[in-house]
T-cell receptor, first 114, second 112 residues
Framework: GQQVMQIPQYQHVQEGEDFTTYCNSSTTLSNIQWYKQRPGGHPVFLIQLVKSGEVKKQKRLTFQFGEAKKNSSLHITATQTTDVGTYFCAGLGAGGTSYGKLTFGQGTILTVHP | DGGITQSPKYLFRKEGQNVTLSCEQNLNHDAMYWYRQDPGQGLRLIYYSQIVNDFQKGDIAEGYSVSREKKESFPLTVTSAQKNPTAFYLC???????????FGSGTRLTVV
């Protein structure tokens, strides 16, 4: 079945440093979604990427979708303590048995030291 | 404001008892989902429903049951057949399956 792998599992940074998490799917995706879950909270939808090679920005966050639509990345520039949380990618299958199925990665837990 | 309401936030049950988790949305979303989250793990799909009176098993449906009698409501029953029910349960909805999900605040179930 469709698998979505996310690395790293943990990332500790000093405030002001950059942060990147990577997401890789075993199958081609229709779209990739990114979510943020604050400690003790629930996942909150950040963004959806649909097109091959697409790049979207939200303030200090940059999201990329790979040319083959099988991988994605989230980059945060100059992290702040408010960025703390777990970042999940979720890929929507494009065909075969994974068509229409949204599979979440295991998430990257980001801690930011002030 | 529109959103998803899960209740209760914390739930304690004795082993062998069935328990039902509530999920209500007023977003007029067609699709609804139940996920389970264990510490340090991602979200695993239990059941999903794309339309009233229809639902499909997810990856870990064994020991769980759902109903979708109304568009707004998608309750999840954790039965005594679920071998390891203690977890954080998240309900979500979306306008349609390819759209971003809105999650509820979750129910932490502890079975003792």
């Amino acid at each position: 079945g469709q698998q979505v792998m996310q690395i790293p599992q943990y990332q500790h940074v000093q405030e002001g440093e950059d942060f990147t998490t990577y997401c890789n799917s075993s199958t081609t995706l229709s779209n990739i979604q990114w979510y943020k879950q604050r400690p003790g909270g629930h996942p909150v939808f950040l963004i959806q990427l649909v097109k091959s090679g697409e790049v979207k920005k939200q303030k200090r966050l940059t999201f990329q979708f790979g040319e083959a639509k099988k991988n994605s990345s989230l980059h945060i520039t100059a992290t702040q303590t408010t960025d703390v949380g777990t970042y999940f990618c979720a890929g929507l299958g494009a065909g075969g048995t994974s068509y229409g199925k949204l599979t979440f990665g295991q998430g990257t837990i980001l801690t930011v030291h002030p | 404001d529109g959103g998803i309401t899960q209740s209760p936030k914390y739930l304690f049950r004795k082993e062998g008892q069935n328990v039902t988790l509530s999920c209500e949305q007023n977003l007029n979303h067609d699709a609804m989902y139940w996920y389970r989250q264990d510490p340090g793990q991602g979200l695993r799909l239990i059941y999903y429903s794309q339309i009233v009176n229809d639902f499909q098993k997810g990856d870990i449906a064994e020991g769980y049951s759902v109903s979708r009698e109304k568009k707004e409501s998608f309750p999840l029953t954790v039965t005594s057949a679920q071998k390891n029910p203690t977890a954080f349960y998240l309900c979500a909805s979306s306008l349609f399956q390819a759209h971003g999900y809105t999650f509820g605040s979750g129910t932490r179930l502890t079975v003792v």
